[in-house]
């Protein structure tokens, strides 16, 4: 089963297709497609395929099994999105993903999403509707070199700067967000609380909108042990099935470690 561990992956990360949001298909996916595409998207190799099992999907997503498999029954109609069965080496059925991503960043026409949001912790984290926005305020961000030196009063070249930027801005409307991301309106206002709250954004002077940050804030964790908890209380009764020998089962926490805040900085 899988269990974050304190290591984060902060290069790795694949292409989001802009006109997957352009074209709104990402408006129309329903919330479980929306949680679970772009965990799948994180694993596909160079040639597109991906082998994350289901419960691995479901546990970054933050969603249960049943959620994850309907999530993923209901993508059979993305664009480039394709799965199939396959038998593994221990004579088990499981699933292979083929996903239509593209290799480089043409005229920008696509964005990077980094798997360090997953293995961070805060994709398994933020709500439904903040899933389905933080895409949408990545497609909509630019960088602004003037903004971003006098913010982080950085005085070097720009290229260097954008190579090395912490986040993009974005000065979308809510109505357009809203639109977008496929939520109500009155959503975006507690999906942007949701993402603020676990500084995948921040707001900023009014002229330059929100930050949406590539990673995280300072590349900031979500603490391993309260993560890992959860996932533990939330598959007991299977750990229990699978670890019980006789009659003494095997302790599980009570209590996630809920005290203070929960983020870590990243040392890796």
């Known amino acids: 089963m899988y269990q974050f561990k304190e290591g984060c992956n902060h290069k790795q990360f694949f292409w989001w297709n802009k006109k997957l949001i352009e074209n709104k298909n990402w408006a129309l996916l329903p919330k479980s497609s929306k949680a679970v595409w772009p965990v799948i998207a994180c694993h596909a190799n160079e040639r597109g395929i991906a082998y994350p099992g289901e419960r691995t999907i479901a546990i970054l997503a933050g969603v249960s099994d049943k959620v994850a498999r309907e999530g993923i029954s209901r993508l059979d109609a993305f664009p480039g999105f394709d799965w199939d069965y396959y038998l593994t080496k221990r004579g088990k059925r499981s699933k292979k993903f083929k996903v239509k991503l593209p290799t480089v960043n043409n005229r920008g026409n696509a964005f990077r999403f980094y798997k360090f949001i997953l293995e961070a912790g805060f994709w398994s984290e933020i709500r439904p509707s903040a899933k389905a926005l933080y895409p949408v305020m990545r497609y909509f961000g630019y960088f602004d070199f003037f903004a971003y030196s006098e913010l982080e009063y950085v005085d070097y070249a720009a290229d260097e700067i954008y190579s090395n930027r912490e986040y993009d801005f974005c000065k979308a409307e809510i109505g357009v967000l809203a639109k977008y991301a496929g939520i109500h309106r009155n959503s975006v206002y507690s999906a942007l609380e949701n993402l603020e709250s676990n500084i995948l954004i921040e707001p900023t002077a009014e002229y330059y ?60």
């Open 209 to 268: 909108g929100w930050k949406v940050f590539l990673r995280s804030k300072d590349d900031n964790i979500l603490k391993r042990d309260y993560l890992n908890e959860k996932i533990m209380r939330s598959y007991r009764h299977i750990l229990q099935c699978t670890k019980t020998t006789g009659n003494d089962a095997q302790k599980l926490p009570n209590n996630a470690q809920m005290g203070g805040c929960l983020c870590t900085n990243s040392t890796d």
